[in-house]
C-alpha cells in the first residue's frame, strides 16, 4: 500500500491550496483518513479527519477554514485549505487506515507536501 500526497505549494496569506492524497496497491477498503501538519519544532498534529461515512472532524485553528473530503472510487483524500495563514506553514501527511482483506488492516503515511504561507 502505498499514500502519494501532492499539491503543496508557496501561498499568499489568504490564499488557498487543494491537498491530494491517492491510496494504491493491496486495498479491500479504507476506513479512517486524514491529514496531519508539523511545523518546524512543533509537534505533528492532526488537522483533519474523515471516516469512511463521511464523518468529519477538525483541529480547532482550522475549523471553517479547511474541508476535508474523500472520492471513495478514487481512493482519494483531499483537503481544501482555504484563508490560509502564515502559521499554516508546516509539511503535510496524509494517513490512511487500510484493509487489505476483511481481517487485516494497517495504518499508512504518505509522504509529506510542504506548504509555505507568506506574510
Known amino acids: 500500500v502505498q499514500l502519494q500526497a501532492s499539491g503543496g505549494g508557496l501561498v499568499q496569506a489568504g490564499g488557498s491550496l487543494r491537498l491530494s492524497c491517492v491510496v494504491s496497491?493491496?486495498?479491500?477498503?479504507?476506513?479512517?483518513m486524514g491529514w496531519y501538519r508539523q511545523a518546524p519544532g512543533k509537534e505533528r498534529e492532526l488537522v483533519a479527519g474523515?471516516?469512511?461515512?463521511?464523518?468529519?472532524r477538525y483541529t480547532d485553528s482550522v475549523k471553517g477554514r479547511f474541508t476535508i473530503s474523500r472520492d471513495n472510487a478514487k481512493n482519494t483524500v483531499y483537503l481544501q485549505m482555504n484563508s490560509l495563514k502564515p502559521e499554516d506553514t508546516a509539511v503535510y501527511s496524509c494517513?490512511?487506515?487500510?484493509?487489505?482483506?476483511?481481517?487485516?488492516?494497517?495504518?499508512?503515511w504518505g509522504q509529506g507536501t510542504l506548504v509555505t504561507v507568506s506574510s
Open positions: 496497491g493491496r486495498i479491500f477498503s479504507i476506513n479512517d
Open positions: 474523515i471516516i469512511s461515512d463521511g464523518t468529519t
Open positions: 494517513n490512511a487506515f487500510v484493509n487489505r482483506n476483511r481481517y487485516v488492516g494497517s495504518s499508512y
